[in-house]
C-alpha cells in the first residue's frame, strides 16, 4: 500500500516529510491540503491531525502527524532502502544523529523559523515583515551557527562524518533562507556553507524544491 502525504510541497514541515521520503526512493501520494483556504482546520483533516497543522502520514492502518516523527518511521521502516538515516547498526552514531536531531528541533529551528515566517510567509499573507522579529532571531541564528561552525571544522556533517537524518531536517528552513538577504550568516562560515552545498546537491533536496517550485 502506497504512503500518503497530507500537505503542500511548500510547507517547510511537508517539505521535511517528503524530502526523508524522496532520500529513501519511497514511493509515496501527494494529497494536496487546501491550506490558505483552511482545509487543515476542518474535521476531515482534523481526525488525522487534531491539531490542525500538515503534514499527516498515512501508511495502511497508521496516521502520523509531526514531521520529525514522520521522518524517524520512514527511516526506520526502510532503513535498510538507501542512505542509513539513523545508523541503525552502530549505537554511538545512533546517539550522535539524534543529539543534533534535537539540536535542529531545539535551537535552530528556534531561531531561523521567525525570520522565514517573517521574510516569506508574512507577504503571503499581505502583511508587512516585522523587522523587530527578524533582527532578534537573527542575533540567536548567528550564534546557532557558531557552534555549527565549530562543529563542522571537525566532521563533514552534523553527527559525524556521514550524512544523517540530522543534515536532512534542516533541509526546508535552510531552502527559504538562502532566498533572503541575510544569507551570508551561512555564507560567510566557510564550514557551515561548505556543509550546505553538500547536503543540498543530493537529488533528495532537489526533488523537494522542484516540488516547491511547481506550486
Known amino acids: 500500500m502506497t504512503i500518503k502525504i497530507y500537505g503542500v510541497p511548500i510547507s517547510t514541515c511537508t517539505a521535511r516529510a517528503t524530502a526523508c521520503l524522496y532520500e529513501k526512493e519511497v514511493d509515496f501520494e501527494l494529497v494536496p491540503i487546501n ?6 482546520k476542518q474535521p476531515a483533516f ?14 495502511g492502518d497508521l496516521t502520523l502527524f509531526e514531521s520529525r516523527a514522520i521522518t524517524a518511521y520512514v527511516a526506520e521502516k526502510f532503513k535498510e532502502t538507501g542512505t542509513d538515516l539513523i545508523r541503525h547498526n552502530n549505537l554511538k552514531e545512533a546517539a550522535l544523529v539524534e543529539v543534533w536531531i534535537q539540536v535542529e528541533s531545539q535551537s535552530f529551528d528556534p531561531a531561523i523559523t ?23 532571531n537573527l542575533v540567536k541564528l548567528e550564534k546557532v551557527l557558531d557552534v555549527y561552525e565549530s562543529r563542522l571544522s571537525s566532521t563533514k556533517y552534523l553527527a559525524g562524518d556521514f550524512y544523517s537524518l540530522a543534515d536532512l531536517h534542516h533541509y526546508p528552513y535552510t531552502h527559504y533562507f538562502m532566498t533572503t538577504p541575510w544569507a551570508s550568516l551561512v555564507n560567510d562560515r566557510p564550514h557551515v556553507k561548505a556543509w550546505w552545498e553538500d547536503i543540498s546537491s543530493r537529488p533528495a533536496y532537489k526533488k523537494m524544491t522542484e516540488a516547491i517550485a511547481s506550486c
Open 35 to 40: 491550506f490558505f483556504g483552511g482545509e487543515h
Open 46 to 59: 482534523l481526525s488525522k491531525n487534531p491539531f490542525g497543522q500538515i503534514p499527516a502520514l498515512e501508511d
Open 114 to 136: 521567525p525570520i522565514v515566517l517573517e521574510y516569506v510567509l508574512a507577504p503571503m499573507k499581505g502583511k508587512t515583515a516585522d523587522k523587530a522579529v527578524i533582527d532578534a
